[in-house]
Protein backbone atom coordinates (compact mmCIF):
# COMPACT_ATOMS: atom_id res chain seq x y z
CA UNK A 1 0.00 0.00 0.00
CA UNK A 2 0.56 3.59 -0.31
CA UNK A 3 3.47 5.00 2.05
CA UNK A 4 3.36 7.76 4.31
CA UNK A 5 6.05 9.29 6.29
CA UNK A 6 5.83 11.37 9.47
CA UNK A 7 9.04 13.32 10.87
CA UNK A 8 10.22 13.31 13.28
CA UNK A 9 9.02 10.51 15.32
CA UNK A 10 9.54 11.96 18.59
CA UNK A 11 10.91 15.45 20.07
CA UNK A 12 11.71 17.02 22.66
CA UNK A 13 11.28 21.29 22.95
CA UNK A 14 11.48 23.90 25.80
CA UNK A 15 8.32 25.49 26.28
CA UNK A 16 7.94 28.52 24.37
CA UNK A 17 9.76 27.44 21.41
CA UNK A 18 8.15 25.99 18.24
CA UNK A 19 8.63 23.02 16.67
CA UNK A 20 7.61 21.60 12.99
CA UNK A 21 6.74 18.51 12.19
CA UNK A 22 6.79 17.12 8.50
CA UNK A 23 4.04 14.58 6.51
CA UNK A 24 4.90 13.20 3.54
CA UNK A 25 3.23 11.20 0.92
CA UNK A 26 6.53 8.78 -0.48
CA UNK A 27 4.65 7.25 -3.35
CA UNK A 28 1.21 9.52 -4.33
CA UNK A 29 -0.06 12.87 -4.55
CA UNK A 30 -2.22 13.71 -1.65
CA UNK A 31 -4.26 17.01 -2.59
CA UNK A 32 -5.59 16.68 1.21
CA UNK A 33 -3.77 15.41 4.40
CA UNK A 34 -5.12 15.63 7.91
CA UNK A 35 -3.67 16.14 11.00
CA UNK A 36 -4.90 13.95 14.25
CA UNK A 37 -3.76 14.77 18.04
CA UNK A 38 -4.02 12.03 20.20
CA UNK A 39 -4.10 11.83 24.22
CA UNK A 40 -3.10 9.07 26.43
CA UNK A 41 -5.37 6.26 26.20
CA UNK A 42 -7.88 8.46 24.08
CA UNK A 43 -8.83 8.28 20.41
CA UNK A 44 -7.21 10.30 17.63
CA UNK A 45 -9.30 14.10 17.45
CA UNK A 46 -8.65 15.81 14.18
CA UNK A 47 -7.51 18.99 14.52
CA UNK A 48 -6.75 20.46 10.93
CA UNK A 49 -7.57 19.32 6.85
CA UNK A 50 -4.46 20.59 5.11
CA UNK A 51 -5.44 21.67 1.51
CA UNK A 52 -2.33 21.70 -0.90
CA UNK A 53 -2.36 25.33 -1.96
CA UNK A 54 -4.94 27.03 0.20
CA UNK A 55 -5.38 27.39 3.65
CA UNK A 56 -5.65 24.39 6.01
CA UNK A 57 -9.86 23.94 7.76
CA UNK A 58 -9.55 23.80 11.07
CA UNK A 59 -12.08 22.20 13.48
CA UNK A 60 -13.70 23.63 15.93
CA UNK A 61 -11.84 24.39 19.23
CA UNK A 62 -8.37 23.76 17.31
CA UNK A 63 -6.17 27.41 17.50
CA UNK A 64 -4.87 28.30 14.29
CA UNK A 65 -2.57 30.57 14.92
CA UNK A 66 -0.68 27.92 17.01
CA UNK A 67 -1.30 25.36 15.10
CA UNK A 68 -0.32 26.30 12.03
CA UNK A 69 -0.39 24.30 8.75
CA UNK A 70 1.15 24.60 5.48
CA UNK A 71 0.62 22.23 2.50
CA UNK A 72 2.71 23.66 -0.01
CA UNK A 73 3.25 20.65 -2.53
CA UNK A 74 1.12 17.10 -3.28
CA UNK A 75 3.47 15.37 -1.06
CA UNK A 76 4.14 17.56 2.07
CA UNK A 77 2.09 18.96 4.67
CA UNK A 78 3.61 20.83 7.93
CA UNK A 79 2.20 21.36 11.02
CA UNK A 80 4.12 24.12 13.01
CA UNK A 81 3.52 24.22 16.83
CA UNK A 82 3.50 27.48 17.84
CA UNK A 83 5.00 28.98 21.67
CA UNK A 84 4.50 25.13 23.00
CA UNK A 85 3.75 24.94 26.29
CA UNK A 86 3.93 21.79 28.36
CA UNK A 87 -0.24 20.91 27.45
CA UNK A 88 1.05 20.59 24.00
CA UNK A 89 2.60 18.09 24.93
CA UNK A 90 0.72 14.63 22.69
CA UNK A 91 1.00 12.23 20.25
CA UNK A 92 -0.08 13.85 16.70
CA UNK A 93 -0.48 11.54 13.53
CA UNK A 94 -1.05 12.99 10.26
CA UNK A 95 -2.89 11.04 7.49
CA UNK A 96 -3.54 10.75 3.75
CA UNK A 97 -5.93 9.23 1.34
CA UNK A 98 -5.38 8.72 -2.00
CA UNK A 99 -9.18 9.13 -2.84
CA UNK A 100 -8.98 12.07 -4.98
CA UNK A 101 -9.80 10.46 -8.09
CA UNK A 102 -12.21 7.90 -6.31
CA UNK A 103 -9.57 4.92 -6.98
CA UNK A 104 -9.18 3.89 -3.18
CA UNK A 105 -10.73 5.40 -0.04
CA UNK A 106 -8.04 4.06 2.30
CA UNK A 107 -6.35 6.45 4.79
CA UNK A 108 -2.78 5.77 4.91
CA UNK A 109 -0.89 7.38 8.46
CA UNK A 110 2.46 8.28 9.51
CA UNK A 111 4.25 6.51 12.22
CA UNK A 112 3.06 9.65 14.89
CA UNK A 113 5.22 11.97 16.17
CA UNK A 114 5.55 12.51 20.21
CA UNK A 115 5.98 15.91 21.45
CA UNK A 116 6.68 16.26 24.69
CA UNK A 117 7.59 20.11 25.88
CA UNK A 118 9.40 20.99 29.48
CA UNK B 1 -22.95 14.01 11.08
CA UNK B 2 -21.25 10.62 12.02
CA UNK B 3 -20.17 9.08 14.65
CA UNK B 4 -18.55 5.72 16.17
CA UNK B 5 -19.01 4.14 19.30
CA UNK B 6 -17.11 1.65 20.67
CA UNK B 7 -18.93 0.13 23.32
CA UNK B 8 -15.55 -1.83 25.42
CA UNK B 9 -12.91 0.17 26.04
CA UNK B 10 -10.81 -2.70 27.10
CA UNK B 11 -11.33 -6.14 26.52
CA UNK B 12 -9.09 -8.51 28.49
CA UNK B 13 -9.16 -11.79 26.77
CA UNK B 14 -7.17 -15.46 27.39
CA UNK B 15 -4.68 -16.44 24.57
CA UNK B 16 -6.48 -18.79 21.99
CA UNK B 17 -9.81 -17.64 22.81
CA UNK B 18 -12.45 -15.79 20.34
CA UNK B 19 -12.55 -12.28 20.50
CA UNK B 20 -15.30 -9.75 19.36
CA UNK B 21 -14.69 -5.93 19.17
CA UNK B 22 -18.02 -4.10 19.24
CA UNK B 23 -18.61 -0.83 16.98
CA UNK B 24 -21.33 0.93 16.06
CA UNK B 25 -22.03 3.78 13.69
CA UNK B 26 -24.20 6.77 13.43
CA UNK B 27 -24.74 8.35 9.73
CA UNK B 28 -27.89 9.24 7.94
CA UNK B 29 -25.97 8.81 4.41
CA UNK B 30 -24.08 5.36 3.20
CA UNK B 31 -20.92 5.04 4.91
CA UNK B 32 -17.19 3.12 4.91
CA UNK B 33 -16.13 1.60 7.61
CA UNK B 34 -12.89 0.30 8.52
CA UNK B 35 -10.51 -1.21 11.50
CA UNK B 36 -7.25 0.13 12.44
CA UNK B 37 -4.52 -1.44 15.04
CA UNK B 38 -2.43 1.25 16.81
CA UNK B 39 0.42 -0.51 18.52
CA UNK B 40 2.43 1.65 21.65
CA UNK B 41 4.02 5.05 20.03
CA UNK B 42 3.22 4.16 16.50
CA UNK B 43 0.71 4.85 13.99
CA UNK B 44 -2.30 3.40 12.99
CA UNK B 45 -2.37 0.47 10.08
CA UNK B 46 -5.20 -0.84 8.39
CA UNK B 47 -7.01 -4.08 9.41
CA UNK B 48 -9.88 -4.12 7.23
CA UNK B 49 -12.06 -2.12 5.24
CA UNK B 50 -15.53 -2.35 3.86
CA UNK B 51 -16.40 -0.20 1.28
CA UNK B 52 -19.57 -2.50 -0.05
CA UNK B 53 -20.52 -5.96 -1.64
CA UNK B 54 -20.24 -9.00 0.46
CA UNK B 55 -21.24 -7.73 4.49
CA UNK B 56 -18.25 -10.20 5.85
CA UNK B 57 -14.99 -8.80 5.53
CA UNK B 58 -12.04 -10.22 6.01
CA UNK B 59 -8.76 -8.92 7.07
CA UNK B 60 -5.27 -9.03 8.22
CA UNK B 61 -3.87 -11.22 10.84
CA UNK B 62 -6.65 -13.39 11.05
CA UNK B 63 -9.69 -10.58 11.74
CA UNK B 64 -12.70 -10.35 9.99
CA UNK B 65 -15.88 -7.64 10.62
CA UNK B 66 -19.47 -7.79 9.62
CA UNK B 67 -21.14 -5.05 8.64
CA UNK B 68 -24.95 -5.13 9.16
CA UNK B 69 -26.42 -2.16 8.48
CA UNK B 70 -29.87 -2.77 10.13
CA UNK B 71 -28.06 -2.68 13.48
CA UNK B 72 -25.46 0.21 12.42
CA UNK B 73 -22.53 -2.47 13.56
CA UNK B 74 -19.57 -3.62 12.54
CA UNK B 75 -18.05 -5.52 14.98
CA UNK B 76 -14.49 -7.04 14.67
CA UNK B 77 -13.73 -10.53 15.38
CA UNK B 78 -11.19 -12.92 15.77
CA UNK B 79 -10.94 -16.74 16.76
CA UNK B 80 -7.95 -17.66 18.31
CA UNK B 81 -6.21 -15.01 19.41
CA UNK B 82 -2.32 -14.38 20.29
CA UNK B 83 -0.12 -11.95 22.89
CA UNK B 84 1.08 -10.12 19.85
CA UNK B 85 -2.88 -9.17 19.39
CA UNK B 86 -2.06 -6.67 22.52
CA UNK B 87 -2.76 -3.41 21.11
CA UNK B 88 -5.59 -0.59 20.58
CA UNK B 89 -8.02 -0.87 17.51
CA UNK B 90 -10.15 1.59 16.42
CA UNK B 91 -13.01 1.72 14.31
CA UNK B 92 -13.39 4.80 12.14
CA UNK B 93 -16.27 5.95 9.49
CA UNK B 94 -16.28 8.36 6.56
CA UNK B 95 -18.80 8.79 4.10
CA UNK B 96 -17.09 10.29 1.75
CA UNK B 97 -15.66 8.24 -1.47
CA UNK B 98 -13.28 11.40 -2.78
CA UNK B 99 -9.89 11.96 -0.66
CA UNK B 100 -10.68 15.26 1.18
CA UNK B 101 -12.93 13.73 3.92
CA UNK B 102 -11.34 12.80 7.09
CA UNK B 103 -12.47 9.41 9.06
CA UNK B 104 -13.90 10.31 12.30
CA UNK B 105 -12.89 7.48 15.26
CA UNK B 106 -14.29 5.77 17.92
CA UNK B 107 -12.53 5.77 21.04
CA UNK B 108 -10.54 2.75 20.83
CA UNK B 109 -10.76 -0.61 22.55
CA UNK B 110 -7.60 -1.87 24.10
CA UNK B 111 -7.31 -5.52 23.46
CA UNK B 112 -4.87 -7.30 26.67
CA UNK B 113 -3.93 -11.13 25.53
CA UNK B 114 -3.20 -12.51 28.53
CA UNK B 115 -0.38 -15.59 28.47
Known amino acids: GAVVSQHPSWVICKSGTSVKIECRSL??????MFWYRQFPKQSLMLMATSNEGSKATYEQGVEKDKFLINHASLTLSTLTVTSAHPEDSSFYIC??????????????FGQGTRLTVV | AQSVTQLDSQVPVFEEAPVELRCNYSSSVSVYLFWYVQYPNQGLQLLLK??????LVKGINGFEAEFNKSQTSFHLRKPSVHISDTAEYFCAVTQGWSGNTPLVFGKGTRLSVIA
Open chain 1, 27 to 32: DFQATT
Open chain 2, 50 to 55: YLSGST
Open chain 1, 95 to 108: SAREGATGKDTEAF
